[in-house]
């Protein structure tokens, strides 16, 4: 088994800063590529941003300069920083894991795993 819990979101004021965390525990042997997903109101799930496990980034051009993706690989943890928060950035963020895992004790299977989602808010 396999779980992906997320802390950190919340209410905050435009200009203000969150910091997601996301962790991954369970059968694991390894952990790919980990990312943020967000879905707002109405709107579909869009990737934020996502790290490669030797630490290779990519943003959504929404995010660039303003949010920062980073990895424990000793902790399988995956951190969003965000600052300067905009309204526009409300939602719920998914952390997403891309992992093999042990699906017995002699075989591994790989496959993409979902947290729960924390809510982020921010008002103006």
């Known amino acids: 088994q396999v779980q992906l819990v997320e802390s950190g979101g919340g209410l905050v004021q435009a200009g203000e800063s969150l910091r997601l965390s996301c962790a991954a525990s369970?059968?694991?042997?390894?952990?790919?590529?980990m990312g943020w997903y967000r879905q707002g109101p109405g709107t579909q799930r869009e990737l934020v941003a996502n790290?490669?496990?030797?630490?290779?980034?990519n943003y959504a051009d929404s995010v660039k300069a303003r949010f920062t993706i980073s990895r424990d690989n000793a902790k399988n943890t995956v951190y969003l920083q965000m600052n300067s928060l905009k309204p526009e950035d409300t939602g719920v963020y998914y952390c997403?894991?891309?992992?093999?895992?042990?699906?017995?004790?002699?075989?591994?299977?790989?496959?993409?795993?979902w947290g729960q989602g924390t809510q982020v808010t921010v008002s103006s």
């Open positions: 790290i490669t496990s030797d630490g290779s980034t």
């Open positions: 997403k894991a891309d992992l093999i895992y042990y699906s017995t004790s002699y075989s591994r299977d790989r496959h993409d795993y």
């Open positions: 369970g059968r694991i042997f390894r952990v790919n590529t």
